[in-house]
């Protein structure tokens, strides 16, 4: 179910005494209305960690988006756009993971349909199978036959494993498999792989589809050429971050983190020049677990991250 979000839960900062211009996020943020997000960010929530779980990893994602929006709230706000908040998505008694993915598609459709942009905070990387669910529904058969449409995902990991029972080790495998069964071409970009994360086997797979991926280790400082090269190239982009594809210095608050990572600037600046290009149609951020935190440290790089993606 949707739950609204709830900022009596956070502290939040006024610096209105100083003047009309000193706004921080929750002063613009309003309750998402279907009517008056066109054109702008909307934040949704994805309240889960049944991929993590399902995938063997370290379990507290779904505590995420409150710990997210709790340093993001905060945050001095300049922008001339306003900014929308969904709520979240939330597991009730009878939930499984598909159905809270199938919901999530519901919110993310319900928001491009509104002329919205959705900007979702997992959860684990099994929020990505339902961001797509909806920007999938958006785009319909004709437009995704016709326009040049990638799935950028910065990720140390693929997660196109082909393990039966779906996690978060599986979203972009399932994607792939939904749009060969449609003879829909797959265009996957992912950045910032580490070669000791992934076995061979992905490898092979990413090669025998076709996957265009840049390795961590060749990503340590930022390339404007491979972003406005792909932005040459596609019209539309879903945008997927993993927080694990940061240096584990710079995030140790994820189920898996990383052993070597792609800057924190060099991540921050591929998603500010990709959300710039108004190309990005959707984003999702996943797998930030706040059990791991300390003193909120993690929080503020993850959400600095969401930051940039709500321009
Ligand atoms: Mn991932």
């Given amino acids: 179910m949707l739950i609204p979000t709830n900022s009596t839960e956070m ?55 409150l710990a997210l929006r709790r340093q993001l709230y905060n945050f001095a706000y300049y922008g001339p756009r306003s ?31 509104n002329g919205g942009r959705p900007v979702v905070i997992g959860g684990g990387h099994e929020v990505a199978w339902g961001t797509w669910g909806g920007v999938r529904a958006y785009l ?24 039966p029972i779906p996690s978060s080790g599986t979203p972009f495998f399932q994607i792939a498999n939904s ?3 449609e003879k829909i071409a797959f265009n996957y970009i992912c950045l910032g792989v580490s070669e000791v994360a992934n076995t061979g086997v992905l490898f092979q797979r990413a090669d025998q589809w076709g996957v265009e991926y840049v390795l961590d280790r060749e990503m340590q400082n930022y390339d404007d050429s491979l972003i406005s090269e792909i932005l040459g190239r596609f019209d539309l982009i879903y945008l997927s971050v993993d927080f694990d594809v940061l240096p584990p210095w710079s995030m140790g608050a994820v189920s898996a983190p990383s052993t070597m990572g792609v800057p924190l600037h060099v991540v921050d600046g591929i998603i500010e020049t990709l959300v710039a290009s108004q190309k990005v149609m959707a984003i999702d ?6 059990n791991f935190d300390r003193e909120s440290l993690f929080a503020r790089s993850a959400s600095r991250l969401v930051m940039a993606a709500l321009r």
């Fill in 83 to 113: 900014l929308f908040d969904m709520g979240d998505v939330v597991a009730d008694e009878d939930s499984d993971l598909a159905l809270m993915q199938g919901e999530l598609s519901g919110a993310v459709l319900r928001i491009l349909t």
């Fill in 285 to 290: 951020f996943a797998e930030f677990n706040p």
């Fill in 140 to 163: 319909g058969e004709d437009q995704l036959r016709s326009k040049r449409v990638a799935v950028v995902n910065l990720d140390a990991h693929f997660d196109i494993r082909s393990t």
């Fill in 179 to 181: 749009l060969r069964d």
């Fill in 11 to 65: 502290v939040l900062r006024d610096d209105s005494s100083e003047g009309a211009a000193a706004l921080r996020v929750h002063q613009v943020i309003s309750r998402y209305s279907d009517g008056a997000a066109n054109g702008s960010s909307v934040l949704v929530g994805f309240c889960s960690d049944l991929g993590v779980i399902a995938n063997s990893g370290r379990p507290g994602a779904k505590e995420a988006p």
